[in-house]
């Protein structure tokens, strides 16, 4: 069974920073795609940042010059680094992998979420 777990959110004045981490645990093949997601109540989860399938970077609009994506891949964990954050900042994020099982069965798992509040 494939566990993602986050960490690293929190409480944070306006222009300050986090580092979110989201590691995954059990038995598979490899990670297709890592990416961070986050909601705020009412709208859809939306894509902050991600690793693609051959390793390129992507970047949501409104995050592009404040974030930064990175990832361990020998202990299978994602890293999200914000800054100069922003109340707008303010959602639960989460953490999504696309998995290759040893069947070779692509399946999609998501963390548990991690709330990232932004306020003075």
């Known amino acids: 069974q494939v566990q993602l777990v986050e960490s690293g959110g929190g409480l944070v004045q306006p222009g300050g920073s986090l580092r979110l981490s989201c590691v995954a645990s059990?038995?598979?093949?490899?990670?297709?795609?890592m990416a961070w997601y986050r909601q705020v109540p009412g709208k859809q989860r939306d894509l902050v940042a991600m690793?693609?399938?051959?390793?390129?970077?992507n970047y949501a609009d409104s995050v592009k010059d404040r974030c930064t994506i990175s990832r361990d891949n020998a202990k299978n964990t994602v890293y999200l680094e914000m800054n100069s954050l922003k109340p707008d900042d303010t959602a639960v994020y989460y953490c999504?992998?696309?998995?290759?099982?040893?069947?070779?069965?692509?399946?999609?798992?998501w963390g548990q979420g991690t709330q990232v509040t932004v306020s003075s």
């Open positions: 059990g038995s598979f093949f490899g990670i297709y795609t």
């Open positions: 999504h992998f696309r998995l290759r099982d040893y069947t070779s069965r692509i399946r999609d798992y």
């Open positions: 690793f693609d399938s051959v390793g390129t970077t």
